[in-house]
T-cell receptor
Framework: ETGVTQTPRHLVMGMTNKKSLKCEQH?????MYWYKQSAKKPLELMFV???????ENNSVPSRFSPECPNSSHLFLHLHTLQPEDSALYLC???????????FGQGTRLTVV | QKEVEQNSGPLSVPEGAIASLNCTYS??????FFWYRQYSGKSPELIMF????GDKEDGRFTAQLNKASQYVSLLIRDSQPSDSATYLC???????????FGKGTMLLVSP
């Protein structure tokens, strides 16, 4: 248990569906992240929120939309996804000024 | 383009041996270096971090950093079958943990 909780753990969705991934951290950290992990590829940073400021990877498609209502919660809203978006989506958090990041258990997403 | 390179493996070692995992990085501005362990189907787990040149030891694990040569390594002494996993090297240049990961090296420890 890392103190970072993600739900759901598994998600199967059709290309026309809308769903959201949720992440919650209980570590008192000030920064939260979404990473994507596809088979045989490095972990890819998608979004960073620090003190409610958003930084994003410009290569992430607009069908992925993050939301960070406070420093403990992070969402990833999904709509009209493609099969190639199937991957493990990982949330992480860190303390500002301390670069150690702790990961949640991930959501295994399958787009059919 | 910031890159972190690792040999994908698998690296096979017998139980009790020393496993040596290597990582090189391209950005000379990199400041912090991390090793994560990831079991199949699980999320990455932080096992070591190092910020300064030299060695850092924690139990059976030793991280080694050489900024001049831009490489970082992880030594696992007395390897156990439970150490079998993929080891991810990650680096960051900022204070906000925007980690850049390598693809990872799969380690297999045989009994």
């Amino acid at each position: 248990e890392t103190g970072v909780t993600q739900t759901p753990r598994h998600l199967v969705m059709g290309m026309t569906n809308k769903k959201s991934l949720k992440c919650e951290q209980h570590l008192g950290h000030n920064a939260m992240y979404w990473y994507k992990q596809s088979a045989k590829k490095p972990l890819e940073l998608m979004f960073v929120y620090s003190l409610e400021e958003r930084v994003e990877n410009n290569s992430v498609p607009s069908r992925f939309s993050p939301e960070c209502p406070n420093s403990s919660h992070l969402f990833l809203h999904l709509h009209t996804l493609q099969p190639e978006d199937s991957a493990l989506y990982l949330c992480a958090s860190s303390r500002q000024g301390n670069t150690e990041a702790f990961f949640g258990q991930g959501t295994r997403l399958t787009v059919v | 383009q910031k890159e972190v390179e690792q040999n994908s493996g698998p690296l096979s070692v017998p139980e009790g041996a020393i496993a040596s995992l290597n990582c090189t990085y391209s950005d000379r501005g990199s400041q912090s270096f991390f090793w994560y362990r990831q079991y199949s189907g699980k999320s990455p787990e932080l096992i070591m971090f190092i910020y300064s040149n030299g060695d850092k030891e924690d139990g059976r694990f030793t991280a080694q950093l050489n900024k001049a040569s831009q490489y970082v390594s992880l030594l696992i002494r007395d390897s156990q079958p439970s150490d079998s996993a993929t080891y991810l090297c990650a680096v960051t240049v900022s204070g906000y943990s925007t980690l850049t990961f390598g693809k990872g090296t799969m380690l297999l420890v045989s009994p």
